[in-house]
């Protein structure tokens, strides 16, 4: 194991809570990748980031934010305004996009 | 717009049968294809690229323009195939950043 490390393994938000959480990779690579999961919908791209300080949205980006202070980080918050948070949580990193490596992700619940 | 469809979201065959992981995809350019692979309990990895022309794990995969297929296949499957399988585009379009997922495959091996 290695390489890209995603925290809390497990989180819990309760109602009206902003929760972060953490991804961190040691890969050197410039792009970083947030994807949801779900059962019967596949990996569903949340935002993305192609270089510090830049990120694009995805396809399901409201009521999630982002930030890219770091090449080694990128933290994805899951604000009160997304309405059905729990879910299967990937971080990824990748070379230009073609190769991905993924974290072993965060699952989220809602109290 | 790019969009990548797998038709079966359950796939279920005996121990020693043949394997075909169905992936159709929509592009007019000329893309690159992946395939990804989800053990249960692991992360989400690799598992070949078209352009590699190789065999992982007896898999292959063949990209057929003219079908705009990508199919995944083996010979004969093993109960250590069980897994969740992702097929994905990369659109060879300058300014292309992100892989373009189905909805996955849920294989299941039976002894």
């Known amino acids: 194991d290695g390489g890209i490390t995603q925290s809390p393994k497990y989180l819990f938000r309760k109602e009206g809570q902003n929760v972060t959480l953490s991804c961190e990779q040691n890969l050197n690579h410039d792009a970083m990748y947030w994807y949801r999961q779900d059962p019967g919908q596949g990996l569903r791209l949340i935002y993305y980031s192609q270089i510090v300080n830049d990120f694009q949205k995805g396809d399901i980006a409201e009521g999630y934010s982002v930030s890219r202070e770091k090449k080694e980080s990128f933290p994805l918050t899951v604000t009160s305004a997304q309405k059905n948070p729990t879910a299967f949580y990937l971080c990824a990193s990748g070379d230009r996009g073609r190769l991905q490596y993924f974290g072993a992700g965060t699952r989220l619940s809602v109290l | 717009a790019q969009r990548v469809t797998q038709p079966e979201k359950l796939l279920s065959v005996f121990k020693g049968a043949p394997v075909e992981l169905k992936c159709n995809y929509s592009y007019s350019g000329s893309p690159e294809l992946f395939w990804y692979v989800q053990y249960s309990r692991q992360r989400l990895q690799l598992l070949l690229r078209?352009?590699s022309r190789e065999s992982i794990k007896g898999f292959t995969a063949d990209l057929n323009k003219g079908e705009t297929s990508f199919h995944l296949k083996k010979p004969f499957a093993q109960e250590e195939d069980s897994a969740m399988y992702y097929c994905a585009l990369f659109p060879k379009a300058r300014g292309a950043q992100k892989l373009v997922f189905g909805q996955g495959t849920r294989l299941t091996i039976n002894p």
């Open positions: 078209h352009i």
